[in-house]
């Protein structure tokens, strides 16, 4: 009934390490190998350590999320984190790059991750998607249950409202992200705008991938060697994003300027391609229509001079750099208040996880009411289903209120004492184990059954004693 | 009498404007219903006065005054609907409210009654007309204003923070340079109708043409202006920030000669 997150990020360790984790965990097959073996993990009597568990990989991170037995005690999670180290590094030095947090702090990182707060670039959108993978797939190998399906919804849920209801994600901090986002300050949405890059590099390609994710459908590439143009579209883009690009020549790039409206610059070019006297005539064709130009190269592409042509805009790497800048300084400040809204869900989660200690004594009270309920009216009641009508609902009245009070004494740390009065009130102790570990043992394998079984019963002594 | 009545759209634009200053998005919301019930509240108080009064002349100055800002107001709610840009209000509103206050605080005027039954709904229509004219170009004017503002922000680079606030994404220069010409293509028809009227009713009133009035003159300069600004968007493609200053040049000739006809020579437009 423990959270346990072990992992390592961006924070703890360096490039080396983290690809030689991430390496392991490739592919699916992998990490289903993984999952498996940390599942298989015993203690000293035989039992099973961890119950349920999730992975989660990307570039800057990889974690196990985990959800462990009842029985597992802080010497099972240093036994998990060592073998963590060994499987991944065979070298249990590198233990200490191992971060390692158990429930209330488990549960507070896991929310920073999903919230993109503990991310490289703090607000950065990708990660819960990661994070959903990571819940599909701990899904899909069965080896998520109840605890960490609502430990995820909760993540999910947080984060977004991390998402809507602070600036965090708000402002641009990637340069082609903020390329497109000052195009949107100019033009009145992008859908009819036309595109024009100029030289096919890296940035280009994500720069036009946004515009496309925007709604640009009309973009030229013009580049000096038309065959690496053409290469660059074949290998860069997807499909569909493939039917808006258009390889133009080289030198036809001039003549494509007053149809433009967006002009990206990407070239090595070691001398300006669009000067001032350019795109004098060129705005005069356009009929004053606005005309923005970003200059994404390094040495500049684009004569800076141009910015003073009117209704012409120019943005050169470094004003989109300095741009960024103020918007990281804003999303830094934005998580602290982030953090509060953390905090807030943190809370819930975890009465939630404390009101999961009712659950066992409320089964077991409902239980014996309704063998007792069942017993005794079978004597009047003959009809089967009308007599499991009358139990039901005489057993959901009488225990309405009892099963509010002890769900509500759970939350609080006094609560132990009215459940300990229940308990001797009905003497649920000795008899019936929690219908809850019954479900889980026939849901095993029967040998693992057997050992559960044991364990059970070991469970029930210790809570015994712990309540005398 | 009744003046009292405007102060209630008064009070709740104020406090629509109190209720932004919450900086989220419901707050934001709200203002916008908030701003929808000063409205309703003006377009009660104006169809009460029509119940009472008809169109009946004499009419008082201030009612027109209030007129206006009814116009003023339907104007731009009808442009946001249409352009999804309701953060406009945001700024048409305090002129609104600038015009309830000088209807509250106006005296109390007559427009001199003009003999003739046609002269009187041509002098309706005149007023109707170059009411609603102006109120476009208030709209422009506006929108002008923040054209230029963001246009300064966006050349020079600096500040750009303030550009990064998604809920107003209908900020955008080419958005805003729409809305100012649509606003001026739609309103010079109305301004010219409205004054080729008050040429006439002045002339019949003075019963001369040609008599030069100060109001005919800064209207025909304003109309003038008005008449280059479109003549050279619609022909040569101006636009932008040379357009928004023409037009808020043309708009501050509209409160001139408003100023005129109202304050300075109040004889000379009809008042007693």
């Known amino acids: 009934m423990d959270i346990l997150i072990i992992g390592l990020n961006h924070k703890t360790s360096n490039i080396n390490e983290r690809e030689t984790v991430s390496k392991k965990l490739l592919t699916p097959e992998l990490r289903l190998e993984f999952t498996t073996k940390l599942l298989e993990l015993k203690d000293e009597s035989g039992r099973q350590l961890i119950k349920e568990i999730a992975v989660l990989t990307t570039c800057n991170r990889s974690e196990f999320i985990m959800n462990l037995s009842y029985w597992t005690q802080g010497k099972g999670g240093h036994a998990i984190k060592n073998y963590i180290a060994k499987y991944f590094f065979d070298d249990l030095e590198k233990e200490k790059i191992l971060y390692m947090y158990l429930n209330e702090d488990a549960v507070r990182h896991l929310f920073t991750v999903a919230s993109s707060l503990d991310s490289m670039i703090i607000g950065e959108p990708q990660i819960l998607g990661q994070l959903k993978g990571a819940y ?78 925007y709604g640009v459908k009309n973009i030229n590439i013009a580049n000096r060697t038309a065959e690496k143009a053409r290469n660059f579209v074949e290998e860069s883009f997807e499909d569909k994003e493939k039917t808006y690009l258009h390889v133009i020549d080289f030198s036809e790039y001039y003549k494509n300027l007053p149809n433009s409206d967006i002009v990206l610059c990407s070239t090595g070019s070691e001398d300006y391609i669009l ?98 309920l069942e017993s005794e009216l079978s004597r009047y009641i003959t009809d089967e289903k009308e007599k499991d009508i009358a139990v039901n609902s005489l057993t959901n009245k009488l225990l309405h209120e009892p099963t509010m009070l002890i769900k509500k004494s759970s939350l609080n740390p006094d609560g132990i004492n009215s459940i300990k009065t229940v308990k001797a009130l009905f003497n649920l102790d000795a008899e019936d184990c929690p219908e809850v570990f019954k479900k889980r043992i026939s849901e095993t394998t029967p040998e693992n059954a057997k050992t559960a079984e044991e364990s059970l019963s070991e469970y029930n002594e210790n809570k015994i004693k712990l309540v005398k | 009498m009744f003046k009292e009545l405007y102060l209630i759209p008064l009070v709740i634009y104020i406090f629509s404007y109190i209720v932004f200053a919450f900086k989220d998005k419901k707050s934001h919301k709200f203002f916008v219903y908030l701003v929808y019930a000063g409205f309703i509240c003006q377009t009660i108080i104006f169809l009460t006065f029509l119940g009472i009064k008809g169109f009946a002349v004499p009419v008082h100055i201030d009612r027109f005054v209030f007129f206006n800002a009814w116009i003023l107001m339907l104007v731009v709610i009808i442009f946001g609907f249409f352009y999804k840009v309701e953060y406009i209000l945001l700024y048409i509103t305090p002129l609104v409210a600038v015009n309830l206050i000088i209807a509250f605080f106006v005296p109390h005027v007559h427009v001199r009654p003009v003999m003739e039954n046609t002269d009187r709904i041509i002098l309706l229509t005149h007023i109707l007309l170059i009411l609603i004219g102006d109120s476009l170009f208030a709209l422009a004017f506006i929108v002008s204003l923040i054209y230029i503002f963001q246009e300064r922000k966006i050349k020079s680079k600096k500040n750009l923070k303030i550009l990064d606030m998604p809920s107003r994404s209908g900020y955008n220069l080419e958005l805003l340079d729409n809305i100012n010409y649509i606003c001026l293509k739609v309103g010079f028809p109305f301004i010219t109708i409205g004054i080729v009227m008050g040429i006439y009713l002045s002339s019949s009133l003075f019963k001369t043409f040609l008599i030069v009035k100060p109001i005919e003159i800064i209207s025909l300069i304003t109309w003038f202006i008005y008449a280059v600004l479109l003549h050279e968007r619609m022909a040569k493609g101006l636009r932008g920030k040379r357009a928004a200053v023409f037009g808020i040049i043309g708009f501050i000739l509209i409160l001139a000669s408003l100023g005129f006809s109202f304050y300075f020579f109040p004889a000379f437009h009809g008042f007693e």
């Open chain 1, 136 to 213: 599909n797939e701990a899904c899909r190998f069965n080896t998520s249950g109840q605890f960490l399906n609502k430990l995820f919804h909760k993540a999910f849920n947080c984060a977004k409202t991390v998402r809507t209801e602070t600036k965090i994600a708000a402002s641009p901090v990637s340069v082609s992200y903020a390329a497109v986002e000052l195009s949107r300050k100019i033009f009145n949405g992008l859908e009819d705008k036309k595109v024009l890059l100029l030289g096919a590099g890296e940035m280009g390609k994500l720069t036009v991938k946004h515009f496309i994710k």
């Open chain 1, 275 to 372: 000067k001032y006297e350019d795109i004098l005539p060129v705005i005069k064709m356009r009929k004053q229509k606005p005309l923005f130009l970003i200059d994404i190269s390094m040495p500049r592409n684009i004569d800076p001079e141009i910015n003073k042509i009117p209704n012409v805009y120019l943005f050169d790497i470094d004003d989109i750099g300095k741009m960024i800048e103020n918007n990281i300084e804003v999303r830094k400040r934005e998580a602290d208040a982030a953090l509060d809204l953390i905090n807030a869900s943190v809370g819930e989660f975890m009465n939630w996880k404390e009101s999961l200690n009712a659950v066992p004594v409320i089964i077991s009270l409902r239980n014996k009411i309704k063998n007792l």
